[in-house]
């Protein structure tokens, strides 16, 4: 936070200055203010090398900065992401959960620990996770992405269609959404509801070719298998 100083600072600074010529000019303080002048640098280097060793790395910035700030939601929120990048995933899961009693409110915390809680194997509890934070902001669109991929990759396709169609009511593509709930139904081998889906994709953007491809070879399926 202490960068929000240095516009101050800097004025501070050249008051300091423009004290210290006055000083020299009427009392011929030169060595005087000289010293001073070398003093305060030595002492602002010294504050240089003790913050650099707080920014060594953002865990050790995190945890430095909570000490004056231990409340602060992004801050813990930002060491809980520290973590888990770090593949820290007991701590992240801790630290995640110490941002959500500090902002219960808010869906981030409970989306990033859906994320870990799926690094960790624990797939029940990141569905858990991420329902959450799509309760808490229905446009919330990270969620329902994390939640539809992790349906998908467990091959629950209907879920995964389920919660991009909930999606729809909210989304600022629906040409795009539907494009992915046509590429779920065609997993499902559903050809029918994947052709419903990018219909409905081309009504609202008529020009785009990908879709109307898509279209002809969704359709270039269905003959086949009949």
């Known amino acids: ?34 010293s001073a002048v070398v003093i305060f640098a030595v002492f602002l280097s010294f504050l240089t090398i003790q ?20 409340d602060s939601y992004r801050v813990i929120n930002n060491l809980g992401m520290a973590y888990d990048d770090r593949k820290d995933y007991g701590l992240a899961e ?25 690094k960790m194997g624990k797939p029940d ?27 998908v990759q467990e091959k629950n396709y209907t879920e995964a269609r389920t919660v991009l169609e909930d999606y729809l009511d909210y989304s600022d593509s629906k040409p795009g959404t539907l494009y992915l709930l046509a590429q779920i139904a065609v997993a499902q081998k559903d050809y029918k509801s994947a052709l419903a889906y990018l219909n409905s994709a081309l009504l609202i953007d008529p020009a785009n070719e990908t879709i109307r491809s898509t279209i002809g070879d969704i359709r270039g399926l269905i003959v086949t298998v009949q």
């Open 51 to 70: 913050r650099n060793k707080d920014w060594r790395d953002p865990i050790t910035f995190y945890n430095q900065t909570l000490e004056y700030a231990p």
């Open 94 to 118: 801790a630290t995640y959960r110490r941002a959500i009693a500090a902002a219960s409110s808010s869906p981030v915390a409970y989306h990033n620990l859906g994320n870990t809680y799926q």
């Open 125 to 151: 509890l990141a569905v858990e996770s991420f329902k959450t934070a799509i309760r808490l902001d229905p446009k919330f669109f990270f969620s329902y992405n994390a939640l539809a991929t992790l349906y």
């Open 1 to 34: 936070y202490e960068h929000w100083l240095y516009l101050a600072m800097a004025g501070i600074f050249l008051i300091v200055m423009w004290l210290g010529e006055e000083l020299v000019d009427k009392y011929g303080l030169e060595r005087i203010f000289l």
